[in-house]
């Protein structure tokens, strides 16, 4: 497994694609203290989950001893889950918001309560971002190099979400909701080709196809 295709869809499953609009909905309207409060929240949550996953979970599918082709089949079902409900999500937006989002003032909610759901947990790091993560760290368990450069790009994903949160009101002002759907789509059919690759990787791994 090389760095680039982990990262690819790490990016898919916990990038900033999925967190900008759906901070600006529930933030749109707040001051910037305010947001910056909610950002700095979310990104500390987000990085225990994912630490808590990465410190449990891996080391428990070790010892189960799962081999590496039921891993790469998984992480395909895991996938394509995940292609499908993003683009479900997606068209929802659009039909629902007018290709926009819709702004909702934070009134008497905690920053750290709005950060801690459903900013940090389930939109950036879903359950499937996390079950990817143990299943990345668990294929590069005999590999430290591998290993360390899943954790760079987890941490490369946090502050690249962080930054996201920041500038979401600006992004979405910007480019609109329409636009960052229809990149949403196309990074969904992406998941979706990736999603049936490593599928199909780990059935010539467990000797169900042709290598």
Not at 78 to 96: N, W
Not at 156 to 179: D, E, K, P, Q, W
Request: proline share 4%.
């Amino acid at each position: 497994m090389r760095i680039e295709y982990a990262f690819t869809i790490l990016f898919l499953a916990l990038g900033p694609l999925r967190v900008i609009p759906v901070f600006y909905e529930y933030t749109g309207n707040a001051d910037r203290a305010y947001r910056v409060r909610v950002a700095i929240f979310a990104t500390i949550i987000s990085a225990a989950i994912i630490a808590v996953a990465a410190l449990s979970g891996a080391g428990t599918i070790q010892s189960w001893h799962v081999s590496p082709a039921a891993l790469d089949i998984a992480i395909g079902i895991l996938l394509m889950r995940a292609t499908i409900s993003s683009i479900s999500r997606l068209e929802a937006t659009m039909q629902h918001t007018g290709a926009r989002v819709q702004e909702v003032r934070p009134e008497q909610v905690s920053a750290a309560a709005l950060a801690f759901s459903p900013i940090a947990a389930p939109t950036i790091v879903s359950a499937t971002g996390v079950v990817t993560i143990v299943l990345f760290l668990s294929l590069a368990q005999n590999d430290p190099t591998l290993r360390n450069q899943i954790c760079g790009v987890l941490l490369f994903l946090l502050a690249l979400n962080f930054l996201g949160m920041l500038a979401a009101r600006f992004i979405v002002r910007l480019v609109r909701v329409a636009t960052l759907a229809i990149v949403g789509w196309i990074f969904a059919a992406l998941q979706a080709a990736l999603a049936v690759e490593v599928t199909l990787a780990g059935l010539r791994l467990a000797g169900f196809m042709p290598r």
